[in-house]
């Protein structure tokens, strides 16, 4: 083969890439396997496997499942496809399934591998399970270089950012299923001003990520890729958050919902932020939380970097629990200590003002 024939063949290939990566999905993740500066901080972890985290429910014949078919019970027929349901408050959004957890593990579990991702946590008594961090190649810019090399020398192209995700499934009243799934987010910055070290900090959850794996998870389970964009795509349910002080001087977050949406709520948001839950009880309305309190040191990074610091200088997790208390449709959420005292203290402040932000 003569010369100007390798290099038409050169540039054919270079430019096929190209159109693949321009026609191609804007997400696309890349495990990052064991990588050592992303140590995940010690309030993100899981503690001990607990029964009472299981999530049993009947099955349901897959003769009633038929693309299309609403359920009648449901709020409105625009939110759901067949036996799946979609719930949104603010920018918070959930799956309801009408089978039991038993069904649903699987394909769940198949849909994360299928995206490009490791599972590092897979506790199917516990009804959870968490992905390592990755990394959405579709972010690295497509220039000529990077066409032409990149598929060879991949390694050496970095976003400076990895993702991971928590999925949540748990029981709800009707015998179905509630899927949850939240985001968490690492940025690699320069660690002082001559920009020759980096480190890694936690950045703020992404609810738009949190949507599109939604609306894939609903693809997964038999909607069609144009029926789940009009699920996802569907009015949002309303609701208000403000943070205000009880009699006693605790602070609250105030939620114009009633319980079952309100416990949902919470629950996702401590997903999202990071807390470590250790056990939960839905009867009592109660989280059993770990919270790691940020240094009082001003140098540090922002707010949400202390907040999930993994320095070794780091005070021990301190324990609390938080209370989801509903009368009609409005319901408080409180911190109380691990005695169940009310906590009035500068955590029990911080703790509140984080699930309020998270629930607007």
């Known amino acids: 083969m003569n010369h100007f024939s390798k ?13 693949s990566v321009l026609n191609g999905d804007k997400i696309n993740y890349k495990s990052a396997g064991k990588v050592p500066t992303l140590e995940v901080p010690p309030d993100l972890t899981q503690l001990s496997h607990d029964t009472r985290y299981a999530v049993p429910g009947s099955a349901v014949s897959a003769s009633s499942f038929q693309l299309g078919q609403t359920d009648p019970a449901a709020p409105t027929a625009l939110t759901t496809m067949g036996d799946v349901r979609i719930e ?32 590092t946590l897979d506790q199917r008594n516990l009804g ?45 009243a009707s015998g179905g299923t509630d899927i949850f799934i939240s985001h968490r987010g690492m940025v690699e910055v320069y660690a002082n001003a001559e920009k020759d070290a980096t ?19 609903m693809v997964k389970l038999g909607v069609s890729q144009e029926q789940s964009k009009v699920l996802l795509a569907a009015g949002a349910g309303k ?33 999202r932020t990071g807390f470590t839950v250790e056990d939960r009880d839905r009867s009592q309305g109660l989280y059993f939380v770990r919270y790691v309190a940020p240094s009082a040191d ?54 509140v003002q984080v699930i309020a932000d998270d629930l607007k």
């Open 298 to 351: 001003k140098s540090e990074p922002g707010f949400l970097s202390k907040l999930f610091s993994s320095s070794k200088a780091d005070p021990a997790p301190l324990k609390y629990r938080i209370a989801v208390v509903s009368q009609g449709e409005s319901t408080t959420v409180s911190v109380l200590n691990a005695d169940g005292k009310p906590e009035t203290s500068v955590n029990a402040q911080r703790i």
């Open 239 to 271: 609701s208000s958050s403000r943070i205000n002080t009880a009699a006693n001087g605790q602070p609250v977050v105030q939620i114009d919902d009633g319980f079952d949406r309100a416990w949902r709520r919470v629950g996702l948001s401590l997903d």
């Open 7 to 19: 290099l038409t063949l050169l540039s054919l290939s270079v430019a096929l890439a190209a159109c």
């Open 128 to 172: 959870i399970m968490e992905t390592d961090w990755a990394e959405n190649r579709a972010k690295i810019p497509q220039d000529f270089i990077r066409s032409t090399i990149g598929k060879v020398f991949d390694s050496l192209y970095s976003t400076g950012e990895r993702d991971k995700f928590r999925t949540r499934l748990e029981r709800n």
């Open 199 to 217: 480190v890694w900090q936690p950045r703020a959850s992404d609810p738009e990520l949190e949507a599109e794996f939604l609306r894939r998870l």
């Open 88 to 119: 949104r408050s603010g920018n918070q959004r959930w799956l309801v399934v009408n089978r039991s957890a038993d069904k649903l593990w699987e394909p769940v579990h198949d849909f994360w591998q299928e995206n490009g991702f490791l599972l």
